[in-house]
């Protein structure tokens, strides 16, 4: 099972931006996902093309199941 943590920001122009982290270390702590998306922000560090990021919008993990399958 392949887990991602997806960090969602909210940009100038009123759209969303997302940043993935592979492999989180869980438990997830709020506060310090909090923390580093705020620095991201601070640091300006990304620029998408959809929009400067200026806000916090939310995080989330996400988990699936990938099924590979031999075609013969």
Same mark, same amino acid.
């Given at each position: 099972m392949a887990k991602?943590?997806? +960090?969602?920001?909210?940009?100038? +122009?009123?759209?969303?931006?997302?940043?993935?982290?592979d492999s989180p270390k869980e438990p997830v702590d709020p506060a310090a996902v909090?923390?580093?998306m705020e620095q991201i922000i601070a640091s300006n560090a990304f620029l998408p093309t959809n929009g400067t990021i200026v806000a916090v919008h939310s995080a989330r993990v996400v988990e699936r199941n990938v099924s590979d399958y031999e075609l013969v």
């Open positions: 991602t943590l997806e +960090l969602q920001f909210t940009t100038d +122009l009123g759209k969303y931006a997302k940043l993935t982290v909090k923390l580093a």
